[in-house]
């Protein structure tokens, strides 16, 4: 009902703001939150929620979203160059896992229509569920993520044949077109229908309605877009998401492709959330309940094989060792098209009701197992991987040198060649193989090692040195490394450096006196340049910058004392604002004397007063 549209609304976006951050911050991810949020509100939970099946039928306009806006990504020539992995992974992925499902089920007793359509619809993994997790992890670009990606995209192709077939196992005929020949050339006419608009409607309807200048036209016009071709697709037996996908690959080359991704993104999230929460109440427990002993073997065997069958290929893959197990766990699951695939079987009488419903729960109990075990294997497998592959502390050759870097990321590399340049010294000590090799090859001293370490410190001369720096990434890693260099050798100067101002603050807890934070003096000479842009002389631009770093680091000690004290921090923060407008008011009058400048007469050849020379440096 109309009336029902609001509550329910309420329900799930209460449901979603409560579940989801919760598991965020347990390290669970949003995805098995959106599931824990179903199963809540759904019929076997709150029952705060009924026609689950509709809702999940709308809900998965979300990953109709989201197969357009990764094809947006893709360009045609790019995906030409992936039709290889498409259809050389993609279909080893579903014949092995498919063939490995299918003879368990024909080992197991069970009629070979049933185990065959199961076995299919199984091989199938969730396209929602993986692409999400890859993107939530930046993990798209990886080895793992492009295969992935690839096998994902075969698998809303094999689909359609896959439901195709059910009806010729059943002793149901579909209706329908009974000629096949007629079938494909709809899907012919189609598909040359949406290249030829992509080229000659789309985007004339988009120059035109850009024109208007009424962004939530633009943004109505998408959605129409998206939900007019999955239909279209959807009305001659294809995949509605393959459809927009396909849409979004022929739109990505075209003006409108950022401003499309812009503004379908919220929707994307939204609608893919709202997928999860019905998949989440679509978990039929009272199956669960009456075999439970059944429905865990199934549902064990199951991932035990598809998983083990996923491991064995990604070596085929050229996936890299530590990748191997997170890429079988993320396409373990079943998928979205299970539901189709088995409700069709259902109708076609390929198989019992009964029989659908424990697949369909196997299915969905796979979906939430996915997360956990992702869980499991930050916490438990890639330690593992991290540590089989840890390369051993370097021994040190045991000439010391006068100054010891601690970490020689971008911020160390600096420090490091402008002392190595005046014949200093350095000893270096990083953790990053690759980067210590590379520097090898151009004499400088660089150590393998945790440099938090008192022993390796000790080996590196620290007990001799005249200086250590601190140039670690970690705040966490750099405190601890201060702190044990303070308790081990307390004559050895620091100089470190400072993330944010609460590390600042933590340096000077400690003792460190000569501290630079990382990006300020960067961000104070590049305001110095925008005010000449805006048209200060370089003598008013360099005494601004100056006054204000001047009363900026006088800011930062007074507030010191109270940077515990929250509302005295406030209070001394907005005092300090004032007193910086007071002094720049004061000095208007007197930059406008300086118009014209001592400090350009004075001089003549400073890069200041000739920001132009700079140019061609």
Known sequence: MTNDLLPNALIYLSAAVIAVPLAKKLGLGSVLGYLMAGVAIGP????LISGVEDILHFSEFGVVLLLFLIGLELEPRRLWSLRRSIFGWGSAQVGFVALGLFLAGLGLGIDWKTALIGALG????STAIALATLSERHLMATAAGSAGFSILLFQDIAAIPMIAIVPMLGSVTADGDANGWMTALKVIAVLALLVLASRYLMRPLFRLITKAGIREVFTAFALLLVIAIGLLMQSVGLSMALGTFLAGVLLADSEYRHALETDLEPFKGLLLGL???????????GVLVRQPLLVLGLVTGFLMIKGLVLYVLSKRFGILPGQQPFFAILLSQGGEFAFVIFGAAATARVFSEEVAATLLVVVALSMVTTPLLLVLHDKLIEPYFATDKKRP??????????????GFGRFGQIIGRLLHANRIGVTVLDHDPDQIDLLRRFGLKVYYGDATRIDLLRAAGAHKARALIVALDSVEDSIKLVDAVRGEFPELPILARARNVTHYYDLMDRGVTVIERETFESALQLGRRTLETLGFNAFQA?????????????????VYPYYKDQEQMVSLAVQAREELEAMFARDAEINEERRGGEWERQNPNSSYANPKSNDTK
């Not at 076997?44 to 029952?47: D, I």
């Not at 199984?122 to 993994?125: G, H, Q, R």
């Open 393 to 406: 502390d370097d021994a040190f050759d045991g000439d010391m040198q006068p100054v010891i870097i601690a």
């Open 275 to 285: 997928f999860f929460i019905a998949v989440g109440m679509s978990i039929d427990f």
């Open 542 to 558: 360099r005494q601004a910058a100056m006054k204000f770093r001047a009363h900026n680091l006088k800011t930062l000690h007074n």
């Open 44 to 47: 076997w939970g709150l029952r």
């Open 122 to 125: 199984l091989s199938l993994s």
